[in-house]
Every structure is written in C-alpha cells, then in structure tokens.
C-alpha cells in the first residue's frame, strides 16, 4: 500500500494559484509578510504544495544569498537575491512580523504605549481566562519561584536582610534617599504585600516590573528614575541555573543593558559610587553612611563588590556572540562538531540597518526590499534549527526585540520560542509569549499592587 503522501489540495485550488497572475513569491508559504503592497504584488502558494521539492540544507551548505556585507544602504537592500529550493524544517514556519501594518516601526500600538493605569487593565483582561495558581508554598523561596519560574540567588535574601537593618518599617524604602526602590520578587517578602484573589494569576507575576526591552532572562529588583525608567535586575543564561551578574537599563532610551556587579550588594555600592558624582552635599553623608553599611556587612557575610569578578569575565569569553542588548548569548555548542549555533547571515550593522529601513524609510518599495533582506535572514536562523544551532533562533529573536518596534514582535517571538524550547528553556519561551502580547512602554509597571 502506498504511503500517506499527506494533505492534498482540490483541483480548482492549485488551478486557482496557477492562473492567478501575480508573480510567485520566492519564500512560498514560509514568506512572514502581511504588508498589503507585497501580498498584491505576490501570490503564495497553498500549504499543501509548499513542501513538494523540498531538500534539507546540510550544515555548512549554502544559506540563502544576502547582498555584500560592503554594500552601500542602497544597494544592500536591493532584490538582487536568487530563488533556492526551501527545505524542510521540524520547527514552525515564521510567523508575521506583526499585525500593525501602519510600519510605525518602534512605536508599538497605542493599547501598550501609555502608562494609564485603564490601559494596563484591559491588556491584562485575558488573563481571566488563565487558571489559577495553586496554593503558595510555605517556604518563600518556592512561593517565588512558582511564580516568577526561576530560582533566586542567597545575596538577594541577604540583601532584603540587609535593609530590614536600615529600615525595619519598610525595606524596600531602605535606598529611598539615593532614588532606588526594591521592587519585583521582592515585594513577596514585604509584611505589606498582599496578593488579591483576581491577580492569582501567573501572567501577572511575569509583567511584575518587566520594563519594555528586558529580555526573559532578566528579572527585575530595583528601580530608579521612572522618566528615564531605569532599572536594575538579575540576568541569567539559563532558567534552571543561578544569575551570572545584575545589569542595568534606562527602557526609556533604549534596548541596551550595562552589567553592574556579580550579586546585588556590589550593584548598589557600584551605584552609590555613581550617585556620589553628582550629589548634592546634603545628600553626600547619607551617600557615605549608606555605603559604609553595606561595605561591612557584605564583607561580615562575604559578597564580593567587585564590580568584574572573574566568573563574569569567564562567561564573557563563553559566549557565542554579542546581542543588540549587549548581554551576550551563552548556548551550548559541541567542541568537535561545533553544532549548537551558527553566526546569523548578517553582521550586526547590517541588521540593523535592514531594521531601521523597515521602520523609517518612507518609500514603499525600499521597505520591501528590506522585509524581503530580513526575511533571508529568518529563513536562514530557522534552517539553523533544523541543524540543531538553537542559538541562532535565540540571536536573532533577541536582536529583534531589542531593537524594538511592534512590526518584529511576531518574528521575535516565533523565533524566542522555538529556540528556547528545542535548547531546554521552556521558562523563558513563557516569559517570552506572555511578555510580547502584553509588551508596553512607561514605568507603571506594579501589577500586583490592589
């Protein structure tokens, strides 16, 4: 008996596609794009026919062709590349960039740009339809890790003892006087909080001060200035593994984050230090005073205050290339067969270049070129998964969301998903999902407040 030779289509459908006089787009079914000028221009075949004549691509074959790294804007954009037979891939095809055809490129939708706090209720409105968490476990440490899914670190248990001794009241005011707040998992540990029956909901501890470009690996615990919305929190590679540093951000800039120190104490002393450059001399001993206290008792419990300890330097050299983010991607890669990522087909300034056309160029036709470059380029992470280089999927997904912008939110997250599922870090897939869909500019960002 013959094989299931899979889905077939009716004769009027392939008749259909075979007079529809629009050209055949190259990518087929796998094309991201929902702009109305390429799907009037281009037709795309049926599901059920894009995988005939398919072939794999074996790992250093050829990628589909990109323009010289050297050429100029102009011509770097140009639709000079040539068809290539798509192969089959166990991940999912990529999806659309996004839904916004307006191409207002970083700006995201007007439902998640504004701090109000209507605006932040009815994005959340869905999670009604989440289940309900299980009871909180008595133990603090897995109360916060069944919520925020991931585990942490003793200096930030010591760290919350630490300012109990400042400010027995209210710890989390401890740094009130230099701007900085506890903020995150921390107001677990605060006698204030209290978590409302209708906020039992996992998605809100995800959103918890999750500012607008930190990646699923970071976790937020200290704020500071909300017009530059700056923030501090732990980063880690991985979710099942400690954080490898704290890092800092000002969300309302930009998508690039600065580690600070190995743990939170050497953080803060570090941004004392800063805070002392330009203090007034009124606030100049508390400065000192505060930093006199955490010197002693870091040193009474042993947390380093270096602010580049060796362990960061060594996972510096690690990684397998540097992201939009600036953090860096530490993946695992096979030494001999060197299997676990590939360097993605452009060069950082050449994506972002690709990225920024996208967004700003106000001549129609150069916007297509440049969504057909970017789109090589996720045609060509996602054939890196099929060849087990999950890194890829990973870079290019975070370079993406960092660089911001509601048209490659989708993109970023197909790609976020699949890389981090098929790498073993469903955590940070979820915190990805949940994050995108309710992604928003601003600092009002306490979702668990009543």
């Given at each position: ?51 005939k004549g398919a072939k ?17 804007d102009d011509e770097h ?374």
């Open positions: 008996m013959a094989g299931d030779t899979g889905p077939s289509l009716n004769c009027e459908t392939i008749q259909e596609y075979q007079s529809d006089a629009r050209i055949a787009c190259k990518y087929g079914n796998k094309c991201y794009q929902t702009n109305p000028v390429h799907i009037s221009k281009y037709k795309h075949p049926p599901k059920a026919t894009a995988a794999r691509f074996k790992r250093g074959g050829p990628a589909p062709k990109a323009p010289p790294s050297n050429a100029s954009v140009s639709d000079e590349s040539t068809d290539s037979a798509s192969p089959k891939r166990k991940p999912p095809p990529a999806k659309p960039l996004g839904n916004n055809e307006s191409n207002e490129g970083a700006k995201p939708s007007s439902s998640r740009s504004t701090d109000s706090p209507q605006a932040s209720e009815d994005a959340t409105d869905h999670f009604n339809s989440e289940p309900t968490m299980p009871p909180s476990p008595a133990d603090i440490k897995l109360s916060i890790k069944q919520k925020f899914l991931f585990e942490m670190p003793e200096d930030f248990y010591s760290f919350w003892d630490f300012c109990q001794s400042l400010n027995g009241r209210n710890p989390a005011l401890a740094f009130k006087d230099v701007g900085l707040e506890l903020v995150g998992p921390f107001d677990l540990l605060s006698s204030h909080f209290k978590l409302s029956d209708n906020k039992r909901k996992q998605p809100f501890f995800l959103l918890h001060w999750r500012y607008y470009y930190d990646p699923p690996g970071f976790q937020t615990v200290l704020k500071g200035d909300d017009q530059k919305q700056f923030h501090v929190g732990y980063y880690r590679d991985d979710p099942k593994c400690m954080p490898v540093f704290l890092a800092s951000n000002c969300a309302a800039k930009d998508g690039v984050f600065l580690p600070v120190a190995e743990n939170i104490f050497g953080a803060v002393n570090a941004l004392l230090n800063d805070s002392k450059k330009s203090a007034t001399p009124f606030l100049q001993p508390k400065i000192q005073k505060l930093q006199k206290a955490i010197q002693e008792y870091a040193k009474e419990y042993g947390f380093t205050l270096e602010a580049k300890t060796s362990a960061m330097k060594q996972r510096d050299r690690k990684t397998v290339c540097k992201t939009f983010n600036g953090l860096g991607l530490l993946v695992p890669v096979e030494k001999k067969t060197e299997v676990g990522y590939r360097e993605l087909i452009e060069t950082d300034a050449n994506l972002k270049r690709i990225l920024k056309r996208i967004v700003e160029c106000e001549k129609e036709d150069l916007k297509e070129k440049a969504r057909d470059q970017l789109q090589q380029v996720v045609t060509a992470a996602n054939i890196a998964n099929d060849e087990c280089d999950f890194g890829t999927s990973v870079e290019l997904g975070l370079d993406l969301f960092a660089f911001g912008g509601s048209e490659f939110e989708q993109t970023a997250l197909q790609l976020l998903s699949t890389g981090y599922s098929l790498l073993g870090r469903p955590e940070f897939a979820k915190v990805a999902q949940v994050h995108i869909k309710n992604r928003k500019k601003g600092s009002k960002l306490d979702m668990l407040s009543s």
